[in-house]
T-cell receptor, first 112, second 117 residues
Framework: GQNIDQPTEMTATEGAIVQINCTYQ??????LFWYQQHAGEAPTFLSY????GLEEKGRFSSFLSRSKGYSYLLLKELQMKDSASYLC?????????????FGTGTQLKVEL | GAVVSQHPSRVICKSGTSVKIECRSL??????MFWYRQFPKQSLMLMAT?????????EQGVEKDKFLINHASLTLSTLTVTSAHPEDSSFYIC?????????????FGAGTRLSVL
C-alpha cells in the first residue's frame, strides 16, 4: 500500500525560512516529487529527488532520505506569493506505470 | 517546464448531460497521460491512466463507463463524464508524462472545474 504524511497547515513570516516535511511508507520507491498548488489552479512542478541528498533550485531545496522514508521541502526568503498548498508525491518502481501517489498537501500561509 | 493545455477551464451543465474535457501536451509527445479528481481542500486522486493507442487503465472504484477516456494521438487525451450528476461536480486535472530528460516528470494542465446542476 501507499501512505504519505504531511502536516496539514503551516504558517510562516515573509522573508523567513520554512521546512515542509513528508514521510512515506510505500510498496516500492522510484522518486519523490514536490508540487506547488495555488487555490483553484493545477499543481506546478517544483523538484524531484530519487537519490539521497539535497537538490537546490533557487529559493527552493528538497531533501531525500530513502532509508528513513523522509523528504522535506525548504523554502527560503519567503514571499507572500509562496502561500499555497505543497504536495509531496511518490512514484512506484519502474513497471508501476509512472503513477504518482500524492500526500494530502500542506497548506502554507505566509504572513507579514 | 513542459506545457500541458486543458480545456475548458470551467463547465456548468445540467444533470444528465455529458461533458468532454481535453488535455493536450503542447511541446512534447505523451504516450501516457493521467486524469485526476480533486475535492476542495483534498489532495489529488488518480482516476485513470490514459495510454496512447490502447485502453485506459482505471483505478479501483472508478467507473469506466461513466468516465470515458480516449487517447487517440500522442498529444491529446479526452475525458468524457457521461450522464453527469451533481455528485460528479469536482475539479478535474490532467497531467502528461514528459519522457524527455529521463525523469518522467508529470506536468499538469490548468484543471477543469465541473459544476453539475
Amino acid at each position: 500500500g501507499q501512505n504519505i504524511d504531511q502536516p496539514t497547515e503551516m504558517t510562516a513570516t515573509e522573508g523567513a525560512i520554512v521546512q515542509i516535511n513528508c514521510t512515506y511508507q510505500t510498496s516500492g520507491f522510484n522518486g519523490l516529487f514536490w508540487y506547488q498548488q495555488h487555490a483553484g489552479e493545477a499543481p506546478t512542478f517544483l523538484s524531484y529527488n530519487v537519490l539521497d541528498g539535497l537538490e537546490e533550485k533557487g529559493r527552493f531545496s528538497s531533501f531525500l532520505s530513502r532509508s528513513k522514508g523522509y523528504s522535506y521541502l525548504l523554502l527560503k526568503e519567503l514571499q507572500m506569493k509562496d502561500s499555497a498548498s505543497y504536495l509531496c508525491a511518490v512514484r512506484p518502481p519502474t513497471g508501476g506505470g509512472n503513477k504518482l501517489t500524492f500526500g494530502t498537501g500542506t497548506q502554507l500561509k505566509v504572513e507579514l | 517546464g513542459a506545457v500541458v493545455s486543458q480545456h475548458p477551464s470551467r463547465v456548468i451543465c445540467k444533470s444528465g448531460t455529458s461533458v468532454k474535457i481535453e488535455c493536450r501536451s503542447l511541446d512534447f509527445q505523451a504516450t501516457t497521460m493521467f486524469w485526476y479528481r480533486q475535492f476542495p481542500k483534498q489532495s489529488l486522486m488518480l482516476m485513470a491512466t490514459s495510454n496512447e493507442g490502447s485502453k485506459a487503465t482505471y483505478e479501483q472504484g472508478v467507473e469506466k463507463d461513466k468516465f470515458l477516456i480516449n487517447h487517440a494521438s500522442l498529444t491529446l487525451s479526452t475525458l468524457t463524464v457521461t450522464s453527469a450528476h451533481p455528485e460528479d461536480s469536482s475539479f478535474y486535472i490532467c497531467s502528461a508524462r514528459d519522457p524527455g530528460g529521463g525523469n518522467n516528470i508529470q506536468y499538469f494542465g490548468a484543471g477543469t472545474r465541473l459544476s453539475v446542476l
